[in-house]
């Protein structure tokens, strides 16, 4: 539902077929209010004002934990990728989402709404040409939940690498790190 220029948007937690390439056809070229709220009438708009007024857009993508941050944002880019003709230049979504696999394994965690939440913001900047083509991206974090480090909630996990880096622990590169089973990190913690 829009609420003035504002989507809300619910997470179904299944993959609905609402956004295909014939959804995004659908959605280029229209105006906000014309079509049904959607992720891609907003990345639309956003697409057209940087065309008309030469002028840089943002979009906020906010939620709580699982509400399907990540997900929406990866829509809209798969918009910008297929609208601006760069959709065959494999993925573009996917190429920025997985640009960053070590902040990934570093910034993520287990929380009790979702297996890999991230436990921090990214902030994604698209570039484009003169022609409005996708030319590159970066991504950069920050706001990293320190506390996690120390204290998790019950049927919460710490962030990936410690249990990636316990689970290595026995290789000879890890050995001079005097890394253990994760269990005795937990008793030691108690």
């Known amino acids: 539902s829009f609420v003035g220029i504002v989507l809300v948007a619910i997470n179904p937690y299944e993959q609905l077929p609402i956004y295909g390439e014939d959804i995004i056809n659908a959605y280029s070229g229209q105006n906000m209010g014309d079509m049904d709220p959607h992720i891609f009438a907003v990345a639309e708009e956003a697409y057209k004002q940087m ?9 906020i993508v906010s939620g709580e934990s699982g509400a399907g941050k990540t997900v929406s944002a990866k829509y809209a880019m798969r918009y910008f990728a297929t609208v601006s003709g760069s959709a065959s230049e494999a993925n573009v979504e996917e190429k920025v989402l997985a640009s960053n696999p070590i902040m990934e394994s570093i910034g993520n965690a287990k929380t009790t709404r979702n297996d890999n939440s991230s436990r921090f913001g990214k902030y994604i900047e698209i570039g484009f040409d003169k022609r ?5 991206a970066n991504m950069r974090t920050y706001l990293l939940e320190k506390s996690r480090v120390v204290f998790q909630a019950e049927e919460e996990r710490n962030y990936h690498i410690f249990y990636q880096l316990c689970a290595s622990a026995a290789l000879p590169e890890f050995k001079t790190l005097r890394l253990g089973m994760i269990f005795t990190f937990i008793v030691l913690c108690d």
């Open 51 to 59: 065309a008309r007024d030469e002028r840089n857009q943002s979009i």
């Open 132 to 136: 409005y083509r996708i030319i590159g």
